[in-house]
């Protein structure tokens, strides 16, 4: 019987064990450019005892930004910055994918150079507000993206991603999940298109297997992840048919050697989550459904009962930098002060210690 503690072998890349640093936007991303500073590179070096980690959402192109201060991958600047954190990374013996992001709908003109708006598949606002530098602003109505659009939106991605492996990432994960572009397309409250990219399952689907495919083109599926939600309803997002959806989505990765998929449970979802995990026969990360509670300890389970190969942690990773040696040892387990989970400075990011001894 597997543990959380055994390597595992993703698509040849080794894990030293199956604890995942879950993707957590923490916006310092404070250089020029929107580019990565030093201290983030020490923030995720130090969490490096993670099989793998997941990085905060990296939005593939300026349009796709939907929060202040969050680091981009389309520029020069923006790959020698990242570089210094995979650097650090791997000279901690760690294993490090980039997730990019997309947010679509999900931000406003206030965070977007020039007249650039958020885009999304249709013409409809997710309720809420977002915050901006000038404050809270609510979510704007979307430019709903052309046919072309959308085609340069993909190769947004592909080149997001060869610029990722240019950066010294060990692979991608693509932002499918939580109310993002990827699951806009996915889901009927927000992709309200009636030509080929909305309507009908299949034509929902087809954004993100575009994306996917073009991703796999332009850097080898062994380095593609992908991250998704089912019936997450973050964001405004509705899916009454998300099984037959999500087990369509799902059978057409099965064919393309993904490095994973990391399914973001939402509540109530268990059977879903193993109706998923049925139909895939690849590599299955899980960050299972807790709340309201962050993922605990307990989550080892997970894997020793084969829901998943491996399990992610979100929070529990901030005020422990150290979690998999803690999760081996049964504690202690620190607190992090969610006041200081977005924006700042070392406070909260990079101060929390390990264990001593």
């Known amino acids: 019987m597997p543990t959380a503690f055994d390597t595992y072998d993703l698509a040849g890349l080794t894990l030293s064990n199956r ?5 957590m936007t923490r916006s310092r991303a404070y250089g020029d450019g929107a580019t990565p500073t030093p201290l983030m590179a020490t923030y995720y070096a130090q969490r490096a005892g993670a099989g793998l980690i997941v990085t905060e959402g990296i939005q593939p192109s300026v349009v796709g930004q939907g929060y202040p ?3 981009g991958l389309h520029s020069d600047a923006q790959i020698d910055a990242w570089r210094e954190v995979t650097d650090a990374v791997h000279q901690a013996d760690g294993r490090i994918f980039a997730q990019l992001m997309h947010a679509g709908r999900i931000g406003h003109a206030d965070l977007l150079p020039g007249d650039l708006t958020p885009v999304g598949p249709s013409e409809v606002a997710a309720e809420g507000t977002v915050y901006t530098h ?6 704007p109505v979307p430019h709903a993206l052309t046919e072309a659009e959308i085609l340069a939106t ?3 991605f592909a080149a997001a991603a060869r610029n ?3 950066a010294g990432f060990d692979g991608v994960e693509l932002h499918g999940a939580n109310g993002y572009l990827i699951h806009q397309f996915l889901a009927p409250s927000a992709n309200r298109r009636t030509d080929a990219w909305g309507g009908p399952v299949g034509a929902r689907i087809r954004f993100a297997l575009e994306v996917v495919r073009a991703v796999v083109d332009a850097i080898g599926a062994e380095h593609v992840g992908i991250r998704l939600s089912p019936r997450m309803p973050f964001q405004s997002i509705v899916e009454p048919d998300a099984e037959d959806t999500y087990l369509a989505l799902v059978r057409e990765f099965d064919g393309l050697g993904l490095a994973y998929l990391h399914i973001a449970e939402a ?3 268990r059977a879903l989550t193993r109706a998923i995990r049925e139909a895939y026969s690849g590599t299955v ?6 709340m309201p509670a962050p993922t605990g300890p307990d989550a080892v389970a997970l894997i020793e009962n084969g829901l998943a ?9 901030l005020a422990n930098p150290d979690l998999p040696r803690r999760l081996a040892q049964g504690g202690p387990f620190a607190q992090a002060d969610r006041s200081k989970a977005f924006g700042g400075d070392h406070r909260g990011y990079t101060d929390y210690p390990a264990l001593v001894g």
């Open 19 to 23: 604890i995942v640093m879950a993707p």
């Open 69 to 71: 201060d969050t680091p």
């Open 134 to 139: 000038a404050g809270p602003r609510a979510y």
């Open 154 to 156: 993909v190769d947004d």
């Open 164 to 166: 990722a492996m240019r």
């Open 267 to 269: 509540p109530g979802q």
């Open 285 to 290: 990360i899980l960050n299972p459904d807790t």
């Open 309 to 317: 190969d491996l399990v992610s942690w979100g929070a529990l990773f």
